[in-house]
């Protein structure tokens, strides 16, 4: 690690002010980020520690309009048990937060955090090596390299996966994010804080820099809406999905009135499946229905040499996903 | 002391449940001097007992100081700059601007100008400073430069690999064997497959490394190591080759955290460390990062296998033909064993090549060679069985010539349930299936007496009740303390309570490496003969004290005396003054009589449940049965057999290296990546001990750190043939791997 100025803000206007700097970052827990910095892949000059800001950021609350509101800086053990989320509305974001990464892990790690974690590729994520995305070679080593953990759909000159849990659910359920840069304070889809070509000289998020995210909203479901979150991987300990895919339905009068169907880890972002989606729609919970939303799901893959098994794999989840969400 | 006398001793073992005895007499002669034999008649106090690991506490606490966890005032930290190249030269080497950096002590070239570079992570130069920040700083500067040379980092393609089918099976012909060819001919059912299995590393949870301390010319070194008077004399030489005046060389290793077979040279980082502190003039601290550890400190090779057999009506192996073909690295050897017990009438033959390429070559790893052989085997085996309509149990009763293995197949499948669970139909159509599948294991080692100095062991006994006992050869995590004293506590009739057991500096008794199975059976019968010699000393104070002939005083049950004249053992320790009972045991050769068993022997059971939607395979239980002589530590013995299962279960369903073919780097050089099993994977284990008198000197122990390690993932992947109807002839089986073989059988 390189040294570094630490900021410690007593407020959010005082880091927000540190972050506008140049060559500053951002911490939440850290996981993230630190990991980055001991392999010198990223050599700031400044860090501004979020984590003191525990009464601007921290935190799950039902507001009174029954809107759920999510402190950036709440770490994912919060969320995962606080009691909001025992909804069935909500269970794909709870199963989401249950499923990342270790014990350990979730207890220390924010929610903001692991929306904006840097891709998991292992070359990017490498010193060793030099690649577009890393902003450090000419192209992406994954396409044409070892790439079983790759994207299938969706990747453009960089095949890097987005490996965040907690965003398909967010994204299906409508989630909005509050920033704050500097004195202005915006709030937006969440579908805007993911780039829409995501290329290899394209951040994983759309924030600019030092903006900050200071909570996430999910806005209050309509009755009947029950979510789930389902992922594939290769080992049930501590591991990155190799799929991933939550589902929202709204069942009125045993007929799929809504639903969203957002796929986790095969694309650089996470990658919302509107087509997919409206196959559902007025039509009652089916084994056959969902096998063809699945397929639906992931029309148009582009699998590489090492990870066409994610097809199959990816088009299980979805299935079991709305099985969980209609069971 | 007595002349050499002839012993009568009983040998072998009681009938495992609902099976018969196996007990026979036998005469052997004792070297004079040593302790009498303990055989299957002996009643023990401890042995055989379940008691805590005697260094459970200091381990959990934090207070058992690791390599990694010695410090000293002043001492430098330092790290080796490892080539970026797969293949070439090195070219140039300007180490000037990183000597010249804020912090650093030393720093020295590990590699010549002009000499080769074999793989990336070679070390070419090592540097010491007062943080690894101002060393990582240093090494920046560095200036290398190298003559690239094409590389290959995959044996499948090396030169001589043999040429593989779209399907990955080995189409090379075999070369001309008539008898056996005729032998197949004649066989009623015949089988031929190519199996295959991955890089597996260590991954030892404390990296090698070592602290280095100068003192004039002699040298202090705390290393990572599992062969502590090896690499001792590893290093003496090595640093005299690089123009040291070397004196006297003390080598510690008392906690070492792990080792695996990784651990027996002090390697390229103990020299480095050695000469960094002697250069520096402090002491200096070498550990390995995590992405070091798993690419240049050896490595489980992969290999390729390919099995023709035939059997008869009957059922029985009349022709087996094998030939393995094993990744080497740069060097090294990528062997592959095959169990041999099943084709003993069979025409047979085996064959062995290996590929070498441009990677870290392999070490020796938990049974070297085993666990991939026996994987490929007894998958193939199965195959064969099921072809020829025999039920794999049956067929393994009906080829396997080894008698207490047969014992270990009928118990072991009572106790898992095998007919039930092998009859136990999948419904049609169902998401999850089940499958089960049994595989052998075999090891051989009943240990020696050490070449040159005989292994030793220093027993002492203190006033104040409380007794040493000391090797020097190390404990890697496996127990050793705790047997020596369990030994101790048996021989010398006190609690284990009362015994201090100390292993790894030598400035104490030399000992093994940790081996081959071998250090258990190697220095057991040095413990007891300490403990022994110990003994006789106080029992002979005591004889003096209360005024019987030495013959009549027994020292047994916590005390010692003769008929009422009985002292409590903390009483009779009193009588020894300020200088305890030191006495110095060694290990005498093995018996020049047969042992009852040779070998070791194991059979593991595996259930497991396979999701076709996902492909992701479950290991729901395993059962275990393995012998290991007379099983002194039980519950280290049991850690060991389920920790190799647990290994098992990691090598079967996740491990494996992954290597970028580009640049020839390993590209899941770390935790995260290099997947190893955690605990929601895990079957629900079970084990049972099968303790063996075997009568080949005073304790009788044999080794179980390697057996128990062959058997696990052949017996999954077996299981895995069981649910699914089609094997996965490739480890790790993941998830892509069960989907294609699925894919394959629906046509
Ligand atoms: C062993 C392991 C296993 C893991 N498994 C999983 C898994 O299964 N699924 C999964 O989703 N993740 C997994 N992770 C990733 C982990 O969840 C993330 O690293 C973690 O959530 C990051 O959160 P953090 O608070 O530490 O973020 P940091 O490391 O502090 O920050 C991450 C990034 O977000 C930015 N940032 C943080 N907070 C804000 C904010 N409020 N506003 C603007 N920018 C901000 C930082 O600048 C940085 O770029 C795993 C990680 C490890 C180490």
Redesign the pocket.
């Known amino acids: 690690m390189k040294p570094f100025t630490y900021v410690v803000p007593k407020s959010l206007a005082e880091a927000s002010e540190a972050g506008k700097q140049p060559n500053t970052?951002?911490?939440?827990?850290?996981?993230?980020?630190?990991?980055r910095m001991k392999e010198r892949l990223q050599t700031p000059e400044r860090i501004v520690n979020?984590l003191p800001l525990k009464d601007e950021?921290a935190g799950v609350a039902v507001e009174a309009s029954g809107e759920l509101k999510i402190g950036?800086?709440t770490t994912?053990a919060q969320l995962e048990q606080h009691e909001a989320l025992a909804n069935p509305a909500l269970a794909g974001l709870q199963a989401a937060a249950a499923?990342?990464?270790?014990p350990q892990?979730r207890n220390?790690?924010?929610v903001?955090?692991?929306i904006?974690?840097?891709t998991r590729c292992w070359y990017v994520r490498s010193e060793a090596f030099h690649c577009l995305h890393g902003g450090r070679g000419p192209t992406c080593l994954a396409m044409t390299g070892e790439n079983r953990y790759h994207a299938v759909l969706g990747w453009m000159d960089c095949v890097r996966v987005h490996?965040?849990?907690?965003a398909p659910p967010l994204l299906a359920l409508d989630a909005e994010y509050s920033t704050r840069l500097g004195d202005k304070v915006r709030r937006r889809k969440f579908t805007d804080l993911f780039p829409a070509e995501p290329r290899a000289q394209t951040a994983e998020h759309t924030?600019e820099a030092g903006?900050?995210?200071t909570a996430i909203h999910v806005p209050k479901p309509a009755a009947g809406t029950r979510t789930a979150y389902c992922e594939s991987r290769e080992k049930l300990t501590?591991?990155?999905?190799t799929t991933a895919c939550a589902v929202k339905v709204v069942l009125a009068g045993g007929k799929i009135a809504a639903a969203s169907v957002v796929l986790g880890a095969v694309a650089p972002v996470p990658l919302p499946r509107p087509k997919a989606a409206a196959l559902l729609l007025g039509e009652a919970p089916s084994a056959t229905l969902f096998q063809k939303v699945a397929e639906a799901a992931y029309a148009g893959a582009s699998p590489l040499a090492h990870n066409d098994y994610k097809l199959v794999v990816g088009k299980a989840i979805v299935r079991e996903a709305l099985e969980q969400a209609t069971r | 002391m007595s002349t050499p006398r002839d012993v009568e001793i009983t040998v072998g073992y009681p009938a495992l449940p609902g099976l018969e005895d196996r007990l026979e007499k036998r005469t052997v002669k004792p070297a004079e001097g040593d302790a009498a034999p303990w055989d299957a008649t002996t009643k023990f106090t401890t042995i055989g007992t379940d008691v805590d690991r005697v260094d459970g506490l200091q381990k959990a606490s934090g207070r058992a100081k690791y390599t990694y966890d010695i410090t000293f005032p002043g001492m430098l930290q330092a790290m080796i700059l490892r080539a970026p190249i797969a293949k070439g030269k090195l070219k140039g080497l300007e180490l000037d601007e990183a000597s010249r950096m804020p912090g650093i002590g030393a720093v020295v070239a590990l590699k010549d100008l002009g000499a080769k570079v074999r793989f990336v992570g070679d070390a070419i130069a090592a540097v010491a400073g007062t943080t690894l920040n101002h060393v990582r700083d240093a090494i920046e500067k560095i200036r290398a430069e190298y003559d690239l040379e094409e590389h290959n980092v995959d044996y499948v393609v090396a030169t001589d690999a043999p040429l593989l089918s779209a399907t990955g099976q080995i189409e090379e012909p075999w070369a001309e064997a008539a008898e056996l060819e005729a032998a197949l001919k004649e066989a009623k059912v015949t089988h031929e497959a190519t199996y295959r299995t991955e890089v597996q590393t260590h991954s030892s949870l404390e990296t090698h490394g070592g602290v280095a301390r100068w003192n004039g010319n002699d040298l202090e070194i705390w290393l990572s190591t599992q062969a502590t008077f090896g690499c001792r004399g590893e290093l003496a030489q090595a640093c005299k080759a690089k123009g040291i005046d070397v004196g006297t060389v003390t080598l510690h290793a008392e906690f070492v955290g792990g080792g695996f077979g990784s651990k027996f040279s002090a390697g390229i980082e103990g020299l480095a460390v050695c000469l960094l502190a002697h250069a520096a003039k402090v002491p200096v601290k070498l550990m390995l990062d995590r992405f070091e550890e798993h690419t240049t400190t050896g490595n489980r090779p992969g290999c390729l296998m390919q099995a023709r057999a035939g059997v008869d009506a009957d059922g029985r192996i009349v022709a087996w033909d094998w030939r393995s073909f094993g990744h080497a690295g740069f060097t090294g050897s990528g062997g592959v064993s095959v169990p041999n017990y099943y084709t003993a009438d069979a025409k047979k033959r085996t064959a062995h090549k290996d590929l070498n390429i441009d990677a870290d070559p392999p070490r020796p790893m938990r049974a070297p060679g085993h666990p991939q052989g026996w994987f490929g085997a007894e998958l193939f085996l199965d195959e064969l069985a099921t072809k020829a309509g025999i039920d794999p149990l049956q067929f393994r009763l009906k080829n396997d010539r080894e008698a207490i293995r047969l014992d270990q197949w009928r118990f072991g499948a009572a106790k898992f349930g095998w007919d039930a669970a092998r009859a136990r139909k999948n419904e049609a159509g169902a998401r999850f299936l089940t499958g089960s599948g049994l595989a052998s294991a075999r090891w051989g080692n009943l240990g020696g007496a050490g070449r040159g100095t005989p292994h030793g062991i220093t027993c002492r006994i203190h006033q104040d009740g409380t007794v040493e006992t000391r090797s020097g050869a190390q404990d890697i995590g496996v127990g050793t303390k705790t047997m020596m004293a369990i030994v101790t506590a048996e021989e010398l009739g006190i609690p284990v309570a009362r015994i201090t057991a100390m292993t790894g500096h030598t400035t104490d008794p030399s000992g093994p490496a940790s081996g081959g199975s071998t250090l258990t059976p190697s220095i057991a019968s040095a413990v007891r003969h300490a403990a022994f010699l110990a003994k006789q000393t106080l029992v002979e104070i005591v004889a003096k004290h209360i005024g019987v002939p030495l013959s009549e005083v027994h020292c047994a049950g916590g005390k010692v005396g003769s008929g009422t004249a009985q002292l409590r053992w903390a009483d009779a320790c009193k009588l020894i003054g300020p200088n305890p009972i030191d006495e110095r045991g060694k290990r005498h050769p093995n018996y020049a009589e047969k042992p009852f068993h040779a070998s070791q022997c194991g059979a593991q059971f595996a259930e497991v449940k396979v999701d076709t939607w996902t492909g992701l395979v479950e290991v729901t239980r395993m059962f275990g049965i393995q012998d290991c002589g007379l099983v002194l530590a039980k519950k280290q013995a049991e850690s060991q057999v389920l920790g190799a299962m647990i290994q098992g279960v990691s090598y079967a369903l996740h491990e494996q290296r992954i290597m970028d073919k580009r640049s020839g780097r390993m590209l899941n050089g770390d935790f995260?990546r290099y997947k190893i099993t955690g605990v929601r994977d895990l079957p629900r284990l079970e084990c049972h001990m099968h303790s063996i008198a075997n009568g080949h000197d005073s304790v009788g122990a044999a080794g179980l750190g390697e057996p128990p390690s062959v058997a696990t993932a052949a017996a999954i992947g077996n299981a895995v043939f069981h649910a699914i109807g089609v094997p996965v002839r490739h480890l790790p089986i993941t998830p892509d791997k069960v989907l294609a073989a699925l894919a394959s059988k629906k046509g």
């Open positions: 970052v951002l911490k939440g827990a850290g996981v993230d980020l630190i990991d979020l950021l950036a800086t994912i499923l990342t990464a270790s892990i220390r790690a924010t903001a955090g692991n904006l974690q840097f490996p965040s849990n907690l924030l903006e900050i995210v501590f591991d990155w999905a | 995260l």
